[in-house]
């Protein structure tokens, strides 16, 4: 008997588990970015934004390229915090909290307008 096809659950449970690792070592890299930062005088405000966005996007890449779903809410505040941050550093002086309130809002609605939209309805 030939055991090195993958068992679809185990092959479920497996890409769990990396994603749990992309997520713990994304978490990392926010504190180790925001530690340093705080660390060096005089940084640029909006740099931290573009750390952030670049986590966030890199995290959603890691899971494409792995065949884990991508997170739109993560890939979607991940692009604004990245466009934030450059607006700051261009010195554009954006409304960042609340763009990013009306951004966060506006997410969860499309989230539940989809999630309806492919489950069947127990409302008869």
């Given at each position: 008997m030939d055991n090195s096809s993958p068992v679809p659950g185990n092959q479920d449970s497996g890409k769990r588990l990396l994603d749990r690792q992309l997520e713990g070592i994304s978490w990392a890299l926010f504190l180790i970015m925001i530690g340093g930062l705080w660390l060096i005088p005089n940084?640029?405000?909006?740099?931290?934004?573009?750390g952030v966005g670049l986590i966030m996007l890199g995290l959603n890449v890691a899971r494409y390229l792995k065949g884990i779903r991508v997170h739109a809410f993560s890939s979607v505040l991940g692009a604004l915090a990245l466009l934030l941050g450059v607006a700051e550093l261009l010195g554009l002086g954006l409304p960042v909290l609340p763009i990013l309130l009306i951004v966060i809002g506006a997410s969860i609605i499309f989230d539940v307008i989809v999630s309806s939209a492919t489950r069947p309805s127990t409302l008869r």
């Open positions: 940084v640029p405000g909006g740099l931290w934004l573009i």
